[in-house]
């Protein structure tokens, strides 16, 4: 265990004890043998590391969210006047030039498949039914307009979501749903998902299981970085969540996470919810 211990002159430490119990020939308990080694140094360090990641991260989500406020309020907004503009010069062109109409509606066509896409990017970069619907509602958009976009299926259901989530566990959660099924598509092999939110006594669980070619997670530690494992990791150590992998070849694959939170004194946002 570990806990703070006041040394000779007063100052507090934190240290690390570890004991076991020591019994006698008759099998009466003679007392505990073990060593406690001083942590406050480590402790201190890890403090640090943690802010300075909760600021990077921080200053990442401040970038997603300027980003996504230029791609929408004025890249969308002038694609929206080149399509208008295109659309008048194709009306302007006489009912004989049937090449030149063709070409302004493939031009059309074309706007509009580019308009989509920056739309689609800048929800990816900052949603905005995060902020103001909750994390249950934009976890379930960000589940369609995937589907759309990648052409496979996600089941997504909440259930018992507590509301008033703070901003940086809700942000954490649906940054790994995000980083979750990208992984999922990109390596599962399949293209069927299930995105389960759920609230339980004094947590948020969040759980993305596929019935894919799966892979041994000991090998994958070792080059975690490739499935974005340390990106969940760092988020959910920000705001003192656990990550897990469960996967085996060829049987599947289960990203699970969860968030220290009173369930049981909020009123649930969703009692179910589903794509």
Known sequence: MQYRLRRH???YRWVFDIGVPRFNLDGSFAGYIGSCTDVSDRKLAEEALAAVS???????????RRIARELHDDISQRLALLAILLEQMKDELPAADVSGRHRGDDLLKMTGEISSDVQAISHELHSS????????????????????????????????VPSGLSKEISIALFRVLQEGLRNAVKHSG??????????????????????????NPAVVDKN??????????ERMHLVHGKLSVISKPNSGTEIRVSVPCDAASSTPQNRAAGV
Not at 56 to 61: G, N, P, R, T
Not at 140 to 148: A, I, L, M, Q, V
Not at 224 to 233: A, E, H, I, P
């Open 129 to 160: 039914k995060l902020d103001l619907l909750g994390l249950a509602a934009a976890m379930k958009g960000f589940c369609r307009e995937f589907s759309e976009q990648q052409r496979v299926e996600v089941k997504f259901t909440a259930n018992n």
């Open 224 to 233: 975690s970085r490739g499935l974005g494992l340390v990106g969940m990791q």
């Open 190 to 215: 399949v293209r069927e998902f299930v995105v389960q939110l759920q609230g339980l006594p004094g947590e948020l669980v969040l759980a993305i299981h596929d019935s894919g070619i799966g892979f």
């Open 9 to 11: 002159d007063g100052e």
């Open 54 to 64: 909760g600021k990077l991260i921080e200053a990442q989500e401040e970038e997603r």
